[in-house]
């Protein structure tokens, strides 16, 4: 990578309030979601974490609110994102698994994105760091409400070497990877000692756009690139932690959380900014000693076990959400765009959504119960459990178990192809690691969530019973290679 992240350059763009702007616009809370990559539900502080500190993520905690029952919308990178992105299961938009450089698919334009709904309230709107929802320019963050951008189309190991020790091996199916800023790429990284800039570079970005945003309602996206393997971490944290490289590229994480909120305190916008940290799934746990912790919760990410979708989350909103809380009820990534909207005062998409507005949760009124459910599907349109209150039932399915022996020191261990033939039920309240089958004890609760599997299925439909569509899957969206451009 060249002297772009050295020196992060920087064209400064003034926005001001345009003439037409009410005050009622001016005061509407900023927004800003940081999301972390592959970090497990046991990788913060609060959560429990050892061999690191995470101060500023706890602060956050300790001054607002931490959910304790909070899931990713699938248990990897992309569906992941497309679900936070539009308010949907990312089955129903035709988005599953992980995008790879070589497809020709993305997030379609017809889904309205967390974006565009800010964007159209007049909100100055910015994503920084990994976007992973398809890389050809029809795809990008620019063509779904953001104004700004500058980070990774795709992931970090896609890229044209065999590990993490940097070993080369060619493949023109994983080109270098691109650094982009708006449409254009702008620097390419070439080597691991890049990867280790990205966490300063990304906050040095989203501190930026705060500074130049202070007098205009704004909606950050902070998508790290970390902790996704191989892991980078800048001279500031390398060698910090007890815990070993991922530790120190926990601590910079969390560096990067402290910078966010000075840029807030600094511009007097700590008290009208809805700030949230969370994850796109559980730790890669096949790593080992380059992989978070789920914390106690069964295996991880890209298993529909708790470890690979239950996944911290915090929000911080002085004055509106109460302090110190711990919030036990069920909640999504999906809901977080018709919750936004909903205290903003946006518009929905007049295509179905599966979010649901949470603000009561926000509030602290847990008496109210905005989910009553979570999908949790995977693969190509895979329904694999369905859990309801504190009961969940885990359907047949079949999956890679991290149950062995794991890889070190960047390098992925095998993993064990699991077949689970009959449904199984666990109580998620008594037993969060879901050790213990309780099925044959309990028959009502197996038919009442097999309610909720059927009525999924007919909407959504589950491979695992051939049903590949329901009456509610819509397209993803795809590259005419006669009109549309690629990035280059």
């Known amino acids: 990578m060249r002297a772009y992240i050295g020196g992060f350059l920087l064209t400064i763009v003034l926005f001001g309030c345009t003439p037409d702007k009410t005050k009622q616009t001016i005061l509407k809370p900023n927004v800003i979601v940081v999301f972390i990559d592959d970090e497990g539900y046991g990788d913060v502080g609060c959560y429990g974490a050892t061999g690191f500190q995470t101060p500023h993520i706890d602060e956050m905690a300790g001054n607002g609110m931490r959910f ?4 990713a919308a699938q248990p990897v990178c992309s569906a992941s994102r497309a679900g936070l992105m539009t308010g949907c299961y990312p089955n129903r938009i035709g988005l599953t698994g992980a995008l790879f450089p070589w497809h020709k698919i993305g997030l379609n334009s017809k889904e309205y994105t967390m974006a565009e709904m800010f964007h159209d309230q007049g909100y100055a709107t ?27 189309p795709y992931s970090n190991d896609m890229w044209p070497h065999s590990n993490v020790t940097g070993e ?14 708006g449409n254009e790429t702008i620097d390419t990284i070439a080597s691991i000692a890049d990867q280790d800039k990205l966490t300063t570079l990304y906050t040095e970005k989203a501190v930026d756009f705060i500074n130049r945003n202070a007098d205009t309602p704004f909606f950050l996206y902070a998508a790290h690139t970390m902790a996704h393997i191989p892991l980078g971490v800048s001279d500031k944290f390398k060698g910090k932690s007890e815990q070993g490289l991922y530790g120190d590229v926990m601590m910079e994480i969390d560096w990067s959380v402290g910078e966010i909120m000075k840029a807030l305190e600094k511009n007097n916008l700590t008290d009208n900014t809805i700030i949230i940290f969370t994850t796109d799934n559980g ?25 690979g979708q239950r996944v911290p989350f915090i929000i911080k909103w ?17 809901d977080l765009l018709p919750t936004f909207a909903s205290i903003t005062g946006g ?9 649901v507005d949470i603000t009561p949760l926000f509030e602290g009124n847990f008496e109210k119960t905005p989910r009553e459910t979570i999908l949790y599907y995977y693969g190509k349109n895979n329904l694999n459990a369905v859990r ?21 020191d960047g390098y992925g261990g095998k993993r064990i192809n699991t077949v689970i033939e009959e449904p199984e039920l666990y109580n998620m309240r008594r037993d969060p690691g ?7 004890h309990y028959p009502g609760k197996v038919e009442e969530l097999m309610k909720v599997a059927e009525k999924a299925r007919a909407e959504l439909g589950d491979l695992n019973i051939g049903k590949e569509k329901g009456s509610g899957n819509r397209e993803m969206g795809r590259v005419n290679t006669l009109k549309t451009k690629s990035i280059k």
Request: with cysteine; proline share 6%; aromatic share 12%.
């Open 68 to 71: 304790t029952n909070f899931y």
């Open 126 to 152: 910015a994503c920084v760091g990994k976007w992973h929802l398809g890389w050809q320019e029809a795809f990008l963050p620019l063509q779904h409400g953001f104004d700004e951008f500058l980070g990774l």
């Open 168 to 181: 080369k091996k060619p493949n023109s199916r994983y080109p270098a990877l691109r650094l982009i800023e």
């Open 283 to 307: 730790p890669w746990l096949n790593f080992g000693n380059h992989a978070g912790s789920a914390g106690g919760l069964r295996e991880g990410k890209t298993t529909s076990w708790e470890g």
């Open 318 to 334: 002085p004055n509106k959400v109460p302090e110190g809380i711990v919030c036990n009820k069920l909640a999504c990534a999906v």
């Open 347 to 355: 518009k929905l998409s007049e295509n179905k959504i599966d979010g």
């Open 388 to 408: 309801k209150g504190n009961w969940k039932l885990v359907l047949p399915h079949s999956y890679g178990s991290y149950n062995t022996t794991p890889g070190n």
């Open 434 to 440: 879901e050790q213990f089958n309780v099925i044959k």
